[in-house]
C-alpha cells in the first residue's frame, strides 16, 4: 500500500543495486531499512535512537547523490523496530494530516515512542546571519512542525537554543551572553506555541549553558510545556559533575539523550568520546536511578555519534574566554575523573577507515548499547 504523501520508491533489488554500484559499499550494507538487521531481537529495549546515531550510514546513503531511506520518518521507525529500540527521535518536518497519523499507528502498533526535532523559530540573525527580527515565516514553519509532532503523538520536540560547543564558537563572554539572549527571545517565541498545542519543548544541554544557567532560562520562560532533554554526557565538557547535572535537571526532565564517554588526557586538556554504553566513564546505572526517580515514565533515547574524539582545551585560555565564575575545584575534579577512567589506549578514531568500515562500526556501536542498555540498565 502506498503511504500517504509518499514518493514511489524504487524497488528494493534496483535500490540495492544503486546503492552498491555508486560507492562500492555492499547492497547488504546499506540496504533498505527493513532488511538491515534481519528480524528483532527477542528481548527488546525501552532504549529509543536518536537520528544522529546512523550520520555514517546517511553519509553513505547521501554519496554521490543516492537516496536516504532514515531521512523518512517511517523508514527510520521500521530500521530501529528491526534493532529492537524501544522509539525513535528524529525530526518529523511539517507533514500532512494523513502521513502524521500513519506514523502514530505504526508506532503503537510496535509498541514504539516518537520524539521529535525542530530548530526553533528565528528572533534575530545568529551567529551565522540566519533569520531576521520576528521572522515571520520561521514562526509559521516551527507552527507546522509543532502540529505534525502533535498528530504523531510524539512525547516531546528536542530543541537546541545555542548551536555548536561554547568554547569552539565564541570568542568572549560578551559574544556569548549576546547568542545566549538570541537563544532565550527564540524560546519564547515558541513557548505560545507549545503551549497551545499542548506539545512539550525539551531543551538539551548542548554544551552551551552550565547547569545554573539552563536552570535559569526555564525559570524565566515558566511553562509546563518548556523542560529539558538531558544529555548525560555533553555537561563533562562545561566541567560539571555528570551526576550532579542528572540531579539538577531530573525534575525538568521531558526526553534523555543517553550516551557514555571515554575520555583521555592531551597537551591541552582533555579528548572526549562517545563510546558505547558501558565502556565510559559515566556511572550510567546511576544517572538512569536520578533520572527515574523524579520521572518514572521519561523515555531515554541513544545517542551516540560514532566519530574521531573531540578535544577539550580546558587548560588553555580560548577555552575560558566565556566563563567568568566556573570555580578551580570544577576544573580539578573533572581532570581527577579523566585521570582515573582514562582509557588505556588511544580512544577509537574512525577517520581513517573507509566508509563501509565506518558504517560498520557504527552499527556494532549502535548493537553493543541497545544490548547494554536492556542487560544492564533495564530499559
Known sequence: MKRPSEKRQPSIKRRDLLLAAAGGLSASLLSTPARLFGAAPEAKTGLGIVIYCCGLRQKA??????ENPLADPLDFLEHCRRLGAGGIQTPLGARDEAYAVELRRRAETCGMFIEAVAALPHDQAGPNNQGS???????????????????????SIRVVMIPGRRYENYDSA???????ERGLEALRLAEPIAARHRVRLAVENHKDH????????LKKIDSEYVGMCVDTGNSIALLEDP?????????????????????????DGFLLGDVPLGEGVLDLP???????????????????ITRDPLQVPCLTEEYWATFADVPGRDLARTLRTIRRGASPEPLPRVSGLSLEAQVEREDENIRKSLVYARDRLKL
Open 61 to 66: 546513503l547521501r554519496a554521490d547523490g543516492r
Open 174 to 180: 560578551e559574544q556569548f551572553r549576546q547568542a545566549a
Open 133 to 155: 527580527p520576528r521572522d515571520q515565516g520561521s514562526m509559521e514553519r516551527f507552527e507546522r512542525e509543532v502540529l505534525t509532532a502533535k498528530q504523531a503523538g510524539a512525547k
Open 286 to 304: 546511576e544517572i538512569v536511578r536520578i533520572l527515574r526517580e523524579a520521572k518514572p515514565d521519561l523515555p531515554f533515547s541513544l545517542e551516540l
Open 210 to 217: 552550565r547547569a545554573e544557567e539552563k536552570l535559569d532560562v
Open 243 to 267: 551526576l550532579e547535572t542528572a540531579r539538577a535537571f531530573a525534575p525538568w526532565a521531558f526526553a534523555v539523550h543517553l550516551k557514555d564517554a571515554g575520555v583521555r588526557e592531551y597537551e
